[in-house]
């Protein structure tokens, strides 16, 4: 499902999921330290070094000296960022939306199923994990 929604939807505004990812922590929180944006994406900095790498030369986030401690950086996101965040989280959820209403959909509360049938339905419309990646 990851891959089909890079697929249709960000990989239209040159984002990857991590830099997605990164970008949506960096606005909820306006002001995030680096090993505190990796530890709540679960990715290792290293990987966060290159997605706020992309990110910033974008002109979608900030990398600042903290104002009462210069030896730390915090990123802040610009109007860009948070612009292009919002419009992309709401495409991933009318993309989500459209997917979960889908015919041939298992009830709401039948999760696995869900998932089964939805890695089924992103491998038809063009690759993607199959259903025996999420078993």
């Known amino acids: 499902m990851r891959a089909h929604l890079e697929r249709v939807v960000l990989q ?3 984002m990857t999921w991590t830099t997605y990812d990164v970008l949506l922590l960096v606005c909820a929180r306006r002001v995030i330290e680096p090993p505190h944006i990796a530890s709540l994406a679960g990715v290792a900095r290293s990987t ?3 997605a706020l790498a992309a990110l910033t030369d974008q002109g979608l986030v900030l990398r600042e000296l903290h104002e ?3 030896r730390r950086v915090v990123v802040r996101p610009t109007a860009a960022g948070t612009a292009l965040a919002d419009m992309t989280r709401r495409q991933i959820e009318a993309r989500l939306a459209q997917m979960f209403t889908a015919a041939g959909m298992p009830r709401h509360d039948d ?8 890695a089924s339905l992103a ?4 690759g993607g994990a199959g259903v025996e990646a999420i078993r």
Do not use: E, I, M
């Open 123 to 126: 491998n038809a419309r063009g």
């Open 12 to 14: 239209k505004t040159g």
């Open 68 to 70: 009462h401690d210069q």
């Open 48 to 50: 966060l070094t290159s």
């Open 111 to 118: 999760f696995a199923a869900a998932l089964a049938t939805l």
